[in-house]
C-alpha cells in the first residue's frame, strides 16, 4: 500500500476527547472516527487489525473443536420473554419496534438465540457435546460509553456456547476453551490472567475473567505474583485433551477480579499479591442448566431419560482488545503493534519522493517483501523526513525500512525496530532478509 493512496487520515493534535492513551493513538493514527456516542466506525488501518486479532481468535476457536456460524444482530423479544431476562436486561438493551409491531432487539448477547437454535435441531444425546461460536457485533446501551471502542455501544465480541449432556462433559468445554483463550491472548502478544469471576445465581468456581493489567483498567484486581510470568508450554497441549490438570495448576494461584476479592487471602499473601488494574478482555461461564429449564431444551439420554442440556458461554472482547493491545503495547510516540496483529508488516520510509534512486530501492524493497508474503505501507508522500518519522512511529509498524540518498550511495539503507528503537545500517538485501527469512 501506497500512502499517497491509503486512506488514514491521521490527526497532528490530541483530540481532547480522549482520555487514555489507546483511544488517543487510534484517533491520531485514523483508525477510527466516532459516529455518535460508543459507536464507531472502523477505518482501514483499524479494521486491518481488527481483521487480524478476529482472525487469531477464529483459528484458536476452531482449533479447541467450536463450529462457527453467523446469527443476526437483530432478535425477536420474544426468545428474551422465554428465559426471562427480557425485563432484567433492563436499559441497556436496546429495543426495537417493526413495522407489524412486533418487538425486537439488538442483541446484547446470543444465550437465548442459540438456545433456540439447538432445541430445534438437537433430540438425542448423540448429538451432544457441541460448541457453537459466532464473532457478530453487539450493541449495549451501556451509560457512560468511554475510552474509545474499549467501552463502546456497538461492540464486536466472539461469544461461544457449549452444550453437554451432564457437568463433567460441561467441565471438560469449559477447560478446553480456559486453554484456548491464554493461547489466544500469548498469540496477540499480551499477558491476560484468568481470574475468578463472579459465578452468578449458579455458583461453583467455573467462571473467569481474564485480564490485561493496565493502569487505564476500568476495576481493581489482586492476584499471586507467580501469575505474572508463568511459562507453561501451551502450543505443546492437544487442544482436544484433557486440559483438567493444567487449568488446575493455573487456578492453584489467588487470582480475584474486584466482586470476588478475599481480604483474608490477601493479608496471608503478603509480598507475593499484587494489586492492579485490569481490563477484561474475555468471560468464561458455566450455567448450567439455566436457559435449558427456562427455554425447554431437553435431549434423552442413553437411557432414554429427558435431560436439560448443560450450558456454558464463552466470550470475548473483539473490538476491546484492539485498545487493550494498544494500552499495554505504546511508548510516548505511539502505537508498538505485537507482529501478529500489525496492519502491516513493515513500513518503508523514502526520505526523498521524486528521487529516482530512492523511489526504484523502496518500490524494489516494496515488491520483494510482498513476494515474500510480507505487507509493507511505503511512506511515498512529499513530505519532510521529521513528519514521515513521527507518522510511522505513531502507526507502530514492527518494522521501519528507511531508505535516504545517502544511505543508497554507499548501499545501504536503516532498518529500525519500533520495539526496541534500534537502527541498524545494511544492505537492501540484508534488510529483506532479517524481515522475510530470506533473500529477497
Ligand atoms: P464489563 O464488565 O466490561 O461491562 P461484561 O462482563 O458485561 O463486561 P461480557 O458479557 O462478559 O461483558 O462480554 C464478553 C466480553 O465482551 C467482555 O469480556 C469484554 O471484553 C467485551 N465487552 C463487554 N462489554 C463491552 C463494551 N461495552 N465495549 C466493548 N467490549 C465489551
Ligand atoms: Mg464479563
Redesign the pocket.
Known amino acids: 500500500m501506497r500512502l499517497t493512496e491509503f486512506f488514514m487520515p491521521t490527526l497532528k493534535e490530541n483530540p481532547n476527547e480522549a482520555q487514555i492513551v489507546s483511544h488517543r493513538f487510534m484517533l491520531r493514527a485514523g483508525m477510527i472516527r466516532q459516529s455518535s456516542a460508543?459507536i464507531y466506525s472502523w477505518l482501514p488501518l483499524g479494521h486491518r487489525v481488527l481483521k487480524k486479532i478476529e482472525q487469531i481468535v477464529r483459528e484458536e476457536q476452531d482449533r479447541a473443536g467450536a463450529q462457527e456460524l453467523l446469527m443476526p444482530t437483530i432478535q425477536p423479544a420474544e426468545i428474551w420473554r422465554e428465559s426471562g431476562r427480557y425485563d432484567d436486561y433492563g436499559k441497556e438493551m436496546l429495543r426495537i419496534t417493526d413495522r407489524h409491531d412486533r418487538d425486537m432487539l439488538y442483541g446484547?448477547?446470543n444465550e437465548e438465540l442459540i438456545t433456540e437454535i439447538f432445541r430445534d435441531s438437537v433430540r438425542s444425546y448423540r448429538d451432544l457435546p457441541k460448541m457453537l461460536y459466532h464473532i457478530q457485533w453487539?450493541f449495549?446501551d451501556?451509560v457512560r460509553?468511554r475510552f474509545g471502542?474499549?467501552?463502546?455501544?456497538?461492540?464486536?465480541?466472539k461469544?461461544c456456547y457449549s452444550f453437554d449432556l451432564d457437568y463433567d462433559g460441561a467441565r471438560r468445554a469449559y477447560n478446553r476453551m480456559f486453554v484456548a483463550y491464554l493461547r489466544t491472548f500469548q498469540r496477540l502478544g499480551l499477558k491476560a490472567i484468568p481470574m475468578a469471576?463472579d459465578p452468578g445465581p449458579i455458583g461453583g468456581d467455573m467462571s473467569h475473567?481474564?485480564m490485561i493489567l493496565a493502569e487505564t483498567g476500568?476495576?481493581e484486581v489482586a492476584c499471586h505474583i507467580n501469575l505474572l510470568d508463568l511459562d507453561i508450554d501451551l502450543m505443546g497441549l492437544d487442544p482436544k485433551g484433557d486440559m483438567q490438570s493444567t487449568v488446575d495448576s493455573l487456578t492453584s494461584y489467588y487470582a480475584a477480579t474486584d466482586e470476588k476479592r478475599d481480604p483474608a487471602i490477601e493479608a496471608g499473601l503478603g509480598d507475593d499479591l499484587t494489586v492492579a488494574r485490569g481490563?477484561?478482555?474475555?468471560?468464561i461461564?458455566y450455567f448450567g442448566t439455566k436457559y435449558s429449564v427456562a427455554m425447554n431444551a431437553y435431549v434423552n439420554n442413553e437411557k432414554g431419560d429427558k435431560v436439560a442440556i448443560e450450558m456454558g458461554?464463552y466470550?470475548?472482547?473483539?473490538?476491546?482488545?484492539v485498545g487493550?493491545i494498544i494500552e499495554a503495547s505504546h511508548d510516548d510516540d505511539g502505537i508498538i503493534w505485537p507482529e501478529a496483529v500489525a496492519p502491516f508488516d513493515a513500513g518503508i520510509i523514502n526520505l526523498r519522493s521524486g528521487d529516482e534512486k530512492c523511489d526504484a530501492a523502496s518500490e524494489e524493497i516494496y515488491l520483494k517483501l510482498g513476494n515474500a508474503g510480507k505487507d509493507a505501507l511505503i511512506d511515498d508522500r512529499d513530505q519532510r523526513g521529521g513528519v514521515k518519522f513521527a507518522d510511522m512511529d505513531l502507526i507502530g509498524l514492527p518494522w521501519q525500512i528507511i531508505v535516504g540518498p545517502r544511505g543508497l550511495e554507499n548501499g545501504v539503507v536503516e532498518l529500525k525496530s519500533r520495539a526496541s528503537g534500534e537502527r541498524e545500517e545494511m544492505s537492501i538485501d540484508a534488510a529483506l532478509n532479517k524481515l522475510t527469512g530470506s533473500v529477497g
Open positions: 460508543g446484547p448477547t453487539k449495549r451501556e460509553p471502542i474499549m467501552r463502546g455501544r456497538e461492540f464486536l465480541m461469544d469471576a475473567e481474564f476500568e476495576s481490563i477484561e478482555v474475555g468471560h461461564f458461554s466470550g470475548i472482547g473483539v473490538s476491546r482488545l487493550g
